[in-house]
């Protein structure tokens, strides 16, 4: 018996059981969600704000959480792509792309990408109690950014790191300065790129839940200033998943449906965009 080949069938064995596995996990989540969700979905669910006092009453929706989640993601991701843009162009333009320096920046982010979001929350309430301040959108907008920082700075490193070095050179040789070279050619290039990156970090955010737990603080109302709290999609799913009243745990399934559905379709809009940024640089 041929001993490479019964350990080859081994591991693919495992590899295939492994994925099966997986896979079944990842369905019985969906099914459940959407069955239990999906019967709880109506007009009024969407369109309306909870009546009755955090998440207690039997009576409104959800429209809160839905507008909080989607104005503290896409806050904390436009914050998180003005920090992260600087910091890629320096590190693929005016630094070596391979110098010790830039080595020890992708590191550290790669331990920051590594810290558990609990953490980045603890963080963020410590500033806020020491600046003596109150939870608010403001404030989540601030953590999540924090959070998803690294994970948008490093893959913008990675789109910038596929473009051919020779078009930074034929750009400097037309003329280009650095400045020129970095935000008009390279970002120009890995565009398509570049949005893929915002599109997952964007979906990071609005799943989030233990950053915004003690930095955005939770409302019944609508998101109308920077300075209140206001309601996110996660938080409704642990909040009213957590009370005794079947309509408030219908909405909190509800909630989850809403948000498993922003989530596969930033998913499956990366992935296409992924695949378009992948040919136009074979092109």
Do not use: W
């Given at each position: 018996?041929d001993?490479?080949k ?14 099966l ?14 069955v ?6 109506s ?13 207690l009453g ?11 989640s ?14 992260s ?24 982010l ?10 980045y929350?603890?963080?963020?309430f ?34 910038f ?7 930074g ?33 964007f979906g990071?955010?609005i799943?989030?839940?233990a ?8 409302t ?34 509800a ?11 930033i ?14 640089i074979?092109?």
């Amino acid at each position: 018996m041929d001993l490479r080949k019964t350990e080859e069938n081994i591991f693919k064995g495992l590899m295939i059981a492994s994925t099966l596995a997986i896979a079944l996990c990842t369905g019985l989540i969906l099914v459940t969600i959407f069955v239990k969700g999906f019967s709880a979905l109506s007009i009024d669910m969407i369109t309306q704000t909870p009546k009755g006092g955090f998440y207690l009453g039997k009576e409104g929706g959800i429209l809160n959480a839905i507008a909080g989640s989607l104005y503290l993601a896409s806050g904390a991701t436009f914050l998180s792509f003005c920090m992260s843009m600087p910091v890629v162009v320096y590190m693929n333009v005016y630094a070596k792309r391979n110098s010790g320096f830039v080595s020890l920046v992708r590191f550290f982010l790669d331990i920051m990408s590594g810290i558990p979001s609990i953490v980045y929350g603890a963080f963020g309430f410590s500033i806020m109690l020491l600046l003596g301040l109150r939870a608010s959108l403001l404030l989540g907008i601030i953590s999540v950014a924090i959070l998803i920082f690294p994970l948008m700075c490093r893959a913008i490193d990675e789109i910038f790191k596929m473009i051919p070095d020779e078009l930074g050179d034929v750009s400097y040789s037309l003329g280009a300065t650095k400045f020129e070279t970095g935000f008009k050619v390279l970002v120009r290039q890995a565009m398509p790129g570049i949005s893929t990156a915002i599109l997952l970090s964007f979906g990071r955010a609005i799943g989030d839940a233990a950053t915004v737990l003690f930095t955005a603080g939770f409302t019944d109302s609508l998101p109308g200033s920077l300075l209140r709290p206001i309601a996110t999609l996660p938080l409704a799913v642990f909040f009213q998943l957590g009370t005794p009243v079947a309509e408030v745990k219908e909405r909190a399934y509800a909630s989850a449906l809403i948000l498993t559905i922003i989530v596969l379709a930033i998913s499956i809009i990366a992935r296409f965009l992924c695949r378009k940024f992948t040919v136009h640089i074979i092109k």
